[in-house]
C-alpha cells in the first residue's frame, strides 16, 4: 500500500516494556525512523536503522526490522511516565520522499 | 549550538490569502525540509531545500513554495489559503541533503478561516 500503517493507541504499565509496530511501503527504503513527539512540541529523532541491518539497541531502546515483511518495530524497555507521547514511524524512500505514518499515542498505567 | 526556530509560532488567516512562514536551520545544517501536520495526522513532506534548491517534492499543489537563502533559512510560502490548510507546518534541518539527523522546530499553527 501507499501509507505507513501503525496502530494508533497502546496502552502500557509503568516498569513493563512497550512495543509499537509499523508496517512500510517500500521495501527499498534506506532508512526507517521513530520519532517522539509530546503535546504541543515538534517531533524529536528518537533512533534510526539503516535497511542492511535486523536490529539496533540504543539504551532502553531496540528496534527490530523485518526487510521481507516491511515491518519495523520500536521496544521501549521500562516504560516510564515520560514516555507518554506520540511515536510516529517513518521511511525514507528511494523517491526522495520521507513517509510518516498516523502515530501511535503511548498511554502508561501507573 | 542554536536549535530550530521557527515563526510565527501561531497564525490566522482567511481563506484565499497568502502566508510565508519562516525557519532558521540549526547551525551547521544546509538542508531545509517542511511538512504539514494536519490534527491527529502524521507529519506530511512537502518539499525539501539543500543548497537553496528545491530536492524532493511531496504530493503538494504547486500553491505551496518554498525558498532558501544563502544563511540556508527558509521560508515557505502558501497562496490561496484554503481551509483544509489548517495545520502544524513543521521545518526540520539536518546535513546535507538527507533525512537523517533532522532536527525539527516547534511548528507554526495555522488556521484558516
Known amino acids: 500500500g501507499e501509507d505507513v500503517e501503525q496502530s494508533l493507541f497502546l496502552s502500557v504499565r509503568e516498569g513493563d516494556s512497550s512495543v509499537i509496530n509499523c508496517t512500510y511501503t517500500?521495501?527499498?527504503?534506506?532508512?526507517l525512523y521513530w520519532y517522539k513527539q509530546e503535546p504541543g512540541a515538534g517531533l524529536q529523532l528518537l533512533t534510526y536503522?539503516?535497511?542492511?541491518?535486523d536490529m539496533k539497541q540504543d539504551q532502553r531502546l531496540t528496534v527490530l526490522l523485518n526487510k521481507k515483511d516491511k515491518h519495523l518495530s520500536l521496544r521501549i524497555a521500562d516504560t516510564q511516565t515520560g514516555d507518554s507521547a506520540i511515536y510516529f514511524c517513518?521511511?525514507?524512500?528511494?523517491?526522495?520522499?520521507?513517509?510518516f505514518g498516523k502515530g501511535t499515542r503511548l498511554h502508561i498505567l501507573p | 549550538e542554536t536549535g530550530v526556530t521557527q515563526s510565527p509560532t501561531h497564525l490566522i488567516k482567511t481563506r484565499g490569502q497568502q502566508v510565508t512562514l519562516r525557519c532558521s536551520s540549526q547551525s551547521g545544517h544546509n538542508t531545509v525540509s517542511w511538512y504539514q501536520q494536519a490534527l491527529g495526522q502524521g507529519p506530511q513532506f512537502i518539499f525539501q531545500?539543500?543548497?537553496?534548491?528545491?530536492?524532493g517534492r511531496g504530493n503538494f499543489p504547486p500553491r505551496f513554495s518554498g525558498l532558501q537563502f544563502p544563511n540556508y533559512s527558509s521560508e515557505l510560502n502558501v497562496n490561496a489559503l484554503e481551509l483544509d490548510d489548517s495545520a502544524l507546518y513543521l521545518c526540520a534541518s539536518s546535513l546535507a541533503n538527507t533525512y537523517n539527523e533532522q532536527f525539527f522546530g516547534p511548528g507554526t499553527r495555522l488556521t484558516v478561516l
Open positions: 531545500y539543500y543548497r537553496e534548491e528545491e530536492n
Open positions: 517513518a521511511e525514507d524512500r528511494r523517491d526522495d520522499k520521507i513517509i
Open positions: 536503522i539503516f535497511s542492511n541491518m
Open positions: 517500500d521495501s527499498s527504503s534506506t532508512y
